[in-house]
């Protein structure tokens, strides 16, 4: 009886121990997650302000300026423009 | 210590009987009632307990949500929503030296009189700056400065600024949709911000998730039909036109003939809507879809439709417009110029007023009206824009002969921009009204049919002669397409009367061989000289359709040496 209770005992112990170190573990694990999430919204966030200057760069308005004045490009007049048939289609 | 008193009784006088079991009893009673408080607390007025013990360990956290952003049809962005921070004070509590509000000042790009000032304030709570960048904002949280806070917030940029401004709309405080498509779609792009229950640790980290109070809902983007890049192409070229002509107003819709999707949709004068502070109401409007005028000329292809429909007249038929004028009772119709002798075809190239009255009258007043109704005049677009109008047409029952003579050539109806760009779908297709979206759609869109194939197509053809030589608007042509459309010059209504201003427009499409593109151009009271449709609205028609057709890579139907020069070809001015 008494070794019955012993053995009993041991796995007690043994399951209360495994509790705590298993409960630790899901916290680390946890504060883990949540810096990497963390994480993930600060990527997101400066996703969107690239996006968001990445179109504003690429606005229209603004390429054509650059076309014009930097690159002096122009529309060519009609007479200047030669169509190519598309072939045999 | 019964015990005790026990003992000591031996050897000193004797103590009242009743004094041990007394005292026994009294602290027998106040182990009770600690007991009793206990299980009291324990069991039944539990709350205030928990939540004290629970205020140490655990947090109610908001989970943000985006809002959706809004797209062009190719997934270019036209709003997104990123974090930024507010910057609050609260006056009464702020500690900080006058080096430490100089560099506040100078963080926030405020004068520091107006810092002083906002600090001075007798409120508990004053905002000394909002939508702030994040970065800034970790630099004033560095400072740390007694009394100074920040606060998440979104702010909604608009990289296309005025561009698409009238189209988009935008959103006011915390991010909700107040104007254009931000507010008609708000349900679809506003998120939810959810909450979850944690629990911290002593440093404020977040050790376990306790329970999801509410799952955060995130906003979903949204695909207009818009094509930014043709889109910024009609606002660079309505506002030159609108500059040129001193007008007052102007829009431009551009439609795709094959989905009604509208792909450009421009209004001036128009805003900044990243920078809204002190903008009149007026210059946000979205006149194209919620301003009405008299369309004039434009109408009518409309009624030579309905009478070829009818059967009353072939394309070739002969009118004699001569002298110009027409008596309906009491009133007179007007021709510019002298044209005698037309054909049918001719009436529309020549936009005769008398011509289109002639032949209005020639048809009973329901089948025209069922016509103009076909085509859309007078009934809701159902676009889901905010404020849109519908315009007006009256029931055919209540016509006089004046009315329907007038309403021939576009007076006495009124319509929306929109409205009159889809009614064209009807003349670009063989006769089909396309339903008009601001939605991105999969691919083309049938619509009901209201005009017999043929009628459509010879109508086609009469407004291909409007941009020829001897028709009202040759400036309409483009180099290398086949263009039909019609133009169309109407005085404006003031106070119930006619006067001398004008909205000059011009509706058309190419290639006339295989429309493609619809576009719609209304100049609003040009006053640089011009006002006739076909040299104050067509030349913009003409210059946005052969650059968009060369963007969307539309194949040529007519050789690119066909145009004449502008100035020499020759232009019929029209009536009004």
Redesign the interface.
Known sequence: MVKLNLLLLAALVFCALSLVTSRHQ??KL??EL?REQKLARTY??EF??L??EQ??W????RI?NIAREQLKMQLPR??R???VD?GSR | MIAMSATRAATTPKLPRLRAPLLFGMLLALFVLLAARSLYLQWIDNAFLQEQGSSRYSRDLEVPA?RGRILDRFG??LA????VKAIWAWPEKVEATPGQLQALAVALELPPSALAAKLDANDDFVYLKRAVA?EVAAGIAALGIKGVHDDDEYRR?Y???E?MSHILGFTGDRDVGQEGIELAQQAWLGGTPGGRRVIINRRG?????VANIRSPREGRDLALSID??LQ??AY?ELRAAVELNKAKAGGLVILDARTGEILALANLPSYNPNNRTRVARERMRNRALTDIFEPGSTLKPFTIAAALEAGKVQPSSVIDTAPGTLTIGKATIHDAHREGVLTVEQVVQKSSNVGAAQIALSLPPERMWSTLSGAGFGAPLKSGFPGEVSGRLRPAKSWRPIEQATMAYGHGISVNLVQLARAYTIFATDGELKPVTLFKEAGPVAGPPVLKAETARAVRHMLEMVVMPGGTAPKAQV??YRVAGKTGTAHKLEGGTYINKFVASFVGFAPASNPRLIIAVMIDEPSGGQYYGGSVAAPVFSSVMGAALRLLGV??DAP??S?LPPAEAAEVQEET
């Open positions: 899901a916290r946890f504060v949540e997101d966030v969107g302000q996006q968001l179109s504003t690429a606005m229209p308005a054509e009609p007479g423009i030669q169509v598309g | 985006h270019e962005p997104i929503s990123t974090p994040p940029y990289p296309g600024g561009v980290e977040v050790v376990e998730d930014s890049r910024y192409l660079r180099p290398g194949p040529t690119l040496s145009i």
